[in-house]
């Protein structure tokens, strides 16, 4: 266990405004796993004041102010989140004998900037995020998979009579929830279409930020227009009775980083409905745990998995039963204890020796 004052600078890839919807609480969580940092600074050029919010002292930094700062304030370790801006900043700016570590969250190439290269470590959250950092930073042995983490003490599944006003609300036979930005990538376009083919007794509920226009365009269009409700945002802690409500979360992504939403739904026994790649087929087997769509452009197809998933009764028992537990290994509990073993270990370790990282490979298989 490392003994001395420990600092941690990171560098988010949002504002922390961003995050106004998560509690103080999932912040200090998240961003010092279990409280192995003493301290914690936010140094980000896209905050315009000096303040104090759970647990962080945010101070606003400009890349030219950065090295400065990590030499003023004794910084112990840089974590970037994101392989893009806020990696050009760690990355541009190093002090010698401290580490930067950037976490990659996106299998989005554009998002993914050569300074990559000047990492000391990077925490991917999945194997196909992996792969696409491989491509511009080759040593694989400083490549450590990190996955993004579950609740459960939030994320459960709601009885019937705690669901029953959402029944009220939405008088439909069966409900499809759609949980993600309203971006290209979320594929919510061929969802609707399938909607049109699934008939008047199905409704979708698409929850998410972004431009809603060309969505309701395009129900108006497939009319289906009175079986769409486009919600802006649900706080995350009232996610679980929607999943737990819906007949089945639809999200047919055409990429994906990680994908919260799906293990946050599993854990909430929700019969989940998504594309068949990486990195939902590392986590969801078909008619296992969920149903993966191959053909996930084709409304057709996706209207006929849809039905599955809606009215199979005896399978959905059967998957039901394998959710939750499917998804332990994202439990919040085991990913705070390896990331605090990762930062232990980095910490441990004098970087500028030459067997520094045989000890870290040696240390990652004895894992």
Not at 1 to 11: A, T, W
Not at 25 to 53: A, G, H, W
Not at 166 to 193: A, Q
Request: net charge positive; proline share 5%.
């Amino acid at each position: 266990m490392i003994s001395k004052k420990l600092r941690l600078v990171v560098i988010p890839s949002d504002p922390l405004t961003a995050y106004r919807h998560k509690s103080d609480r999932y912040l200090q969580s998240y961003f010092n796993p279990l409280q192995i940092f003493d301290e914690v600074f936010v140094f980000s050029p896209l905050e315009d004041k000096k303040y104090y919010k759970a647990g962080m002292k945010i101070i606003p930094t400009k890349p030219r102010e950065f090295k400065k700062r990590l030499i003023d304030y004794k910084i112990d370790v840089v974590r970037a989140y994101g392989g893009y801006w806020a990696c050009d900043m760690a990355c541009k700016n190093k002090v010698n004998r401290v580490p930067v570590i950037v976490s990659v969250h996106d299998t989005n190439p554009e998002l993914l900037h050569n300074t990559i290269k000047k990492a000391d470590i990077v925490f991917c959250v999945s194997e196909a995020v992996k792969k696409l950092v491989l491509t511009k930073f080759k040593r694989s042995d400083r490549v450590w998979i990190l996955p993004n983490r579950v609740d459960f003490d939030i994320m459960y599944p709601y009885p019937e009579d705690k669901i029953e006003d959402l029944n009220r609300k939405y008088p439909f036979k069966h409900k499809i929830l759609h949980v993600g930005r309203k971006s290209e990538e979320k594929n919510l376009d061929t969802l609707i279409k399938s909607l049109g083919i699934l008939g008047k007794e199905y409704c979708l509920l698409a929850v998410g930020r972004g431009n809603i226009k060309e969505y309701v365009k395009l129900a108006e269009e497939q009319g289906v227009k009175e079986q769409c409700y486009f919600i802006e945002s649900i706080p995350n802690e009232e996610l679980p009775p929607y999943y737990s409500w819906a007949d089945c979360m639809c999200v047919p992504s055409r990429r994906e980083g990680f994908g919260i939403v799906f293990i946050e739904a599993l854990a909430c026994e929700a019969i989940v409905v998504t594309s068949d790649i990486a990195p939902m087929n590392e986590y969801i087997k078909h008619k296992e745990n969920g149903f993966l769509v191959k053909d996930y452009e084709n409304q057709q197809v996706l209207a006929e998995m849809i039905r599955a998933a809606c009215n199979d009764k005896q399978l959905r028992k059967y998957i039901k039963k394998n959710t939750r537990e499917s998804i332990e290994r994202f439990k919040k509990t085991r990913i705070e204890k390896l990331e605090r073993n990762y930062y232990e270990h980095i910490l441990s370790l004098k970087l500028h020796k030459s067997n520094c990282w045989k000890k870290i490979w040696n240390f990652l298989k004895q894992r």
